[in-house]
């Protein structure tokens, strides 16, 4: 069989890239660089990524469409470029970032999300530049906390590579999950995919400088916790728990995955949420519904600083809800108690680094 490089591209216009719906000819995917000799056909389709989701699989269609349309004798080798230049390796990962500071919970339930994004916006009201990643690919809460749930996601070329732009707010820059997706729609994504997702949030955007970057980590150890483990230098993890014996139990889980050998990432210290119930009309009386003091007897325990206890009042459900976080405003007891713990957590970070 005479073989030329038509016959090829012909073949070729039966092959569908799922990114565009059109064959890979149309998307101009093919390069100009067909080869043949003999049998043996080189060619080489062109990406825009690559972490391109369709790539392997527009790789297996178009050599099979050539055995199909041509000949199963035709020897095939496939080459791929990439348009955007390559990711960089982990170990440069976040290279403007100082400090990353992982905020963890043993369980779901205790706050988590609400003590990392009011630690975010209180370093940025001392003045700091902060980033917050919502790494809970499976239930993101930033963007209602925030009130930037229909924020576009926006990319821009930087050193021949197209990144997203994180949404800034109060000061905060943000990225999540729940901006690609909608707030009703359940993610039904094996491990090595959630995985996949988080590290283009971390190196496929525009991070640019920060003093500390927060993350947001699901409750729990996951395989979330283990790709931010192994692809980040975190600076230092902060625990979070409400005083109750069930969630302590939890948070002793989170400290031992830090403190692993393996691991050897410090405990910054813990915080304990929901402390007592304060109503708004008796300000000053104080109801321990969860217990009291739990939270701070496990870090006597453990041999750690307590960072904060966070009193359970109505407004901070409500402020985290309207998409207005308590430490906008040093005013109130949750607020200044929110100020508080982020001077905290800078006081350890400096004596972690001296």
């Known amino acids: 069989m005479d073989l030329y490089p038509n016959l090829i591209r012909e073949a070729l216009t039966h092959v569908t890239y799922a990114g565009t719906k059109k064959n890979i000819i149309e ?33 297996k269609a178009t050599e099979a469409a050539i055995h199909y349309y041509i000949g199963k004798e035709v020897d095939v080798e496939i080459k791929v470029e990439t348009k955007q230049l390559p990711r960089p390796p982990k170990e ?7 400090h990353i500071i992982a905020v963890s919970s043993g369980k779901g339930g205790v706050g988590k999300s609400t003590v990392a994004c009011n630690l ?16 809970d690919i499976f239930g993101p809460s930033a963007p209602k906390m925030f009130q930037i749930e229909d924020a576009p996601i926006v990319a821009e070329e930087v050193n021949g590579r197209r990144l997203m732009v994180p949404v800034e707010k109060y000061g905060v820059k943000v990225l999540s999950i729940g901006f ?13 995919m959630a995985c996949n997702a988080l590290r283009q949030l971390i190196a496929d955007a525009n991070w640019g400088e920060l003093d500390y970057f927060i993350l947001d980590t699901p409750p729990g150890t996951s395989d979330i916790h283990l790709t931010l483990l192994n692809d980040l230098k975190i600076t230092g993890a902060v625990i979070v728990s409400t005083p109750q014996k069930v969630a302590l139990a939890d948070a002793i889980k989170g400290i031992n995955m830090y403190e692993n050998e393996k691991v050897n990432v410090p405990i910054l210290g813990l915080v304990e949420n929901m402390a007592w ?38 407004s901070i459900c409500e402020s985290g809800d309207a998409g207005t976080p308590a430490a906008l405003s040093s005013e109130t007891a949750t607020g200044l108690a929110f100020i508080n713990l982020a001077q905290a957590v800078v006081t350890r970070v400096n004596r972690r680094n001296n």
Request: with cysteine; hydrophobic share 45%; charged share 25%.
């Open 120 to 135: 975010a916006i209180a370093l940025a009201r001392l003045g700091y530049k902060v980033g917050l990643l919502d790494t």
């Open 27 to 59: 998307s101009e995917m093919v390069a100009e660089d067909i080869r043949i000799n003999g049998n043996h056909v080189t060619l080489t389709l062109i990406f825009e990524k690559e972490t391109d989701p369709f790539l392997k699989s527009t790789v």
């Open 277 to 314: 119930f304060t109503p708004a009309e008796l300000p000053e009386n104080r109801y321990y519904i969860f217990g009291k003091d739990g939270c701070k007897e496990l870090a006597e325990k453990k041999g750690l600083p307590l960072l904060a206890q966070i009193p359970l009042v109505q």
């Open 92 to 98: 440069e990962f976040l290279p403007n970032v100082k």
């Open 180 to 192: 690609v997706v909608s707030p009703e729609q359940a993610i039904l994504w094996r491990g090595a």
